[in-house]
């Protein structure tokens, strides 16, 4: 079992930054990888950061070039830095981890982008 725990949601205005926290109750050495995933009001929850063992990261094309992905294996964290937050980046946050093909999910935390 791996429990993972959300931190950092909030209310920001467009253009401003959030930081987001994943703690894992697990090594981040025995997670195969860790994602981020955010869900808007009424659409589907889609993934939008990777991030894998080796430390090699991927992103959606909706948030490449704003939002970084990063661990701390010394706090068995996984962060997600949003920078030039943009009101279309209101959703619901899920921290999501994988090891030897479980998945493990979050609560979530909320971030609202005001205009």
């Known amino acids: 079992q791996v429990q993972l725990v959300e931190s950092g949601g909030g209310l920001v205005q467009a253009g401003g930054s959030l930081r987001l926290s994943c703690a894992a109750s697990a090594t981040l050495f025995s997670i195969d990888a860790m994602y981020w995933h955010r869900q808007p009001p009424g659409k589907q929850r889609d993934l939008i950061a990777t991030?894998?063992?080796?430390?090699?990261?991927n992103y959606a094309d909706s948030v490449k070039g704003r939002f970084t992905i990063s661990r701390d294996n010394a706090k068995n964290t996984v962060y997600l830095q949003m920078n030039s937050l943009k009101p279309e980046d209101t959703a619901v946050y899920y921290c999501n981890a994988v090891r030897r093909s479980y998945s493990y999910w979050g609560r979530g935390t909320q971030v609202t982008v005001s205009s």
């Open positions: 991030i894998t063992s080796g430390g090699g990261t």
